[in-house]
């Protein structure tokens, strides 16, 4: 498909960079409570050895930027969890059940069909042996792939945002960042791309739609 001026009559072709979790996918968090209470855990297990627990963190850290791989974090962080809790796949199991965010989808193949250039831009939670980005099936969404644990950097890293333009070929101010964490969104202004907070899907893609032109279809 060309990616080109020509291709949006009577538009300027625009940016469109997306995060994954929380954007391209539901909340996690109903789906990690429930998780939690089948591993026979606290509801809030995950999120608060992954948040609180300064191993728990610097573990997610080093997963994010490829410092080490998913399978050494499943063990690190099963550890953690419990000694009953087995480390096989642990982040497959605990993402298994996370819902694609449908209209933020349908969202993104309806700019890039109205010839706007898509990139991800995603903090990284792993790639193997479960792969989020396949496992929803949107990788092939995008024109571009900024992934933190392939590129040694996170977001909120100024840097990575810079790659992020980089790789999507536009200047920043034609450009738009979409993101869950609002932590994450003043590097991006900063460069004098537009940013916007989902913290509803149903509002983010309204404001998208207004911003690029298109409108989101569900498939049938």
Known sequence: MPHCA?????????????????????????????????EGLAPEAWRSTL????????????????????AEWNEGTAALLGAHVDPVNLMGRAW?????????????????????????????????PF??????????????????????????DPAIYELALERIGLPAERCVFVDDHAVNLPP???????TVHVTDEDTAVTELEALLGV??????
């Open 131 to 156: 792969n989020p980005y396949e496992h929803v099936g949107i990788w092939d969404l995008f024109d571009v792939h900024v992934v933190s644990e392939l590129v040694g950097m996170a977001k909120p």
């Open 96 to 128: 298994a059940g996370v819902p694609v965010a449908r209209r933020m989808v349908a969202l993104a193949r309806a700019a890039r069909t109205a010839g706007h250039r898509l990139a991800l831009l995603s903090n990284s939670f792993g790639l193997n």
């Open 215 to 220: 409108t989101a279809v569900l498939a049938a």
């Open 6 to 38: 020509d291709a949006i009559a009577g538009r300027e072709q625009r940016g469109l960079i997306l995060d994954f979790a929380g954007v391209l996918t539901a909340s996690p968090l109903t789906v990690h409570r429930e998780w939690c209470v089948s």
């Open 51 to 70: 948040n609180d627990h300064p191993e728990g963190r610097r573990l997610y850290a080093a997963l994010e930027i490829g410092e080490i791989g998913q």
């Open 188 to 194: 991006a202004a900063d460069l004098g791309i537009d």
